[in-house]
């Protein structure tokens, strides 16, 4: 979830496309869960197909679409205690869009699981199966207040020799902790080292109420934020490593021009303290399924959209 890259090849280590799509969900402690619908507008199955487009002076100012997006709630999931537990899924994939592959492929999905509540968010999964080759885990121990950061192993470069002129690649070595049993289903690698490692400790658990980037989407579908203007609502978010306070405003019912048609939408801004000058949007449609229907934000040297395609049911 850490920064830029789609558009240059010496950026940070993750996608700019996946950063973009991220940094909205990380959108919006002081949830109040009883404001949100015993009775939720999305199914187990139900799939929402995106596509993420970008327009600045990178493209001579023109809207360029650079990758397909898709998210999908699934219900009757466990958590690594084996209790009952809901899924929500996001894949981003830039395998349509040559000029996108061309600068990073990117094959990314995003897996985070809850505890029945909807409350507390229990794992994140993020794997790269692109360019990036990456896999990692957040996991959030609620047991023990501790959130903890878990990388697949990967080889390093070591010199060696006269003057250490001779390099040889070498497995990195084991985290300060053992990778939980949960974790521990990935074949070994040589020597029988365990795919994935401990890769460092996150924030402490102080809030009694913690979601995730894409969590909060459907969550904040399910809020009733009443017909007011201007209501702000603070939500605490685990993000990597850090815990982090947004809030979103529910700005007002506004119309947007999507595929041709007027549509109908709940406009919502999202904003950090850390960061006051950055904002994000999101447009939700004005009915009872309340479905992002557009996704916006600055980017370097322009905008982007993501904008609803359609919704399927599996």
């Known amino acids: 979830m850490n920064l830029c890259k789609i558009f240059y090849k010496t950026t940070c280590n993750k996608s700019f496309l996946v950063f973009f799509f991220l940094s909205f969900c990380i959108l919006f402690s002081s949830l109040v869960f009883a404001e949100i619908s015993s009775k939720f507008p999305f199914s187990s199955g139900e799939t929402l197909h995106y596509k993420l487009s970008y327009r600045g002076l990178l493209t001579s100012m023109i809207w360029a679409d650079l990758a397909d997006v898709k998210m999908t709630y699934l219900s009757n999931k466990k958590t690594p205690e084996r209790k009952n537990a809901y899924q929500f899924k996001l894949y981003l994939s830039t395998e349509n869009y040559t000029k996108a592959e061309i600068f990073q492929a990117v094959r990314y999905t995003y897996t985070t699981t809850l505890d029945a509540s909807l409350q507390r968010t229990v794992l994140v999964e993020e794997l790269d199966t692109g360019e990036n080759q990456s896999h990692d885990f957040l996991w959030l121990n609620w047991q023990n207040k501790t959130t903890q950061l878990f990388k697949k192993r990967e080889k390093e470069q070591e010199t060696y020799g006269f003057m250490g002129m001779d390099v040889r690649y070498v497995w990195e070595k084991d985290g300060v902790q ?11 690698l040589e020597k029988h ?8 400790f996150g924030d402490i658990i102080e809030h009694s109420q913690i979601l995730d980037p894409l969590s909060l989407i459907y969550i904040l579908r399910a809020m009733d934020f009443g017909s007011e203007t201007n209501v702000v609502k603070e939500f605490s978010i685990a993000v990597s490593d850090d815990i982090r306070l947004y809030q979103v405003t529910q700005v007002a019912l506004e119309e947007i021009t999507l595929h041709g048609k007027i549509r109908k939408g709940i406009k919502y801004k ?42 399927t049911q599996q």
Do not use: C
């Open 193 to 200: 080292q365990s795919y994935l490692i401990h890769k460092e």
């Open 178 to 188: 053992i990778v939980p049993e949960f974790l521990g289903t990935y074949p070994l």
């Open 270 to 311: 999202i904003q950090t303290d850390e960061k006051k000058d950055n904002y994000y949007y999101v447009w939700m449609s004005n009915d009872e399924k309340k479905i992002p229907l557009r996704m916006a934000m600055d980017a370097p040297l322009g905008k982007l959209e993501i904008d609803l395609m359609k919704v």
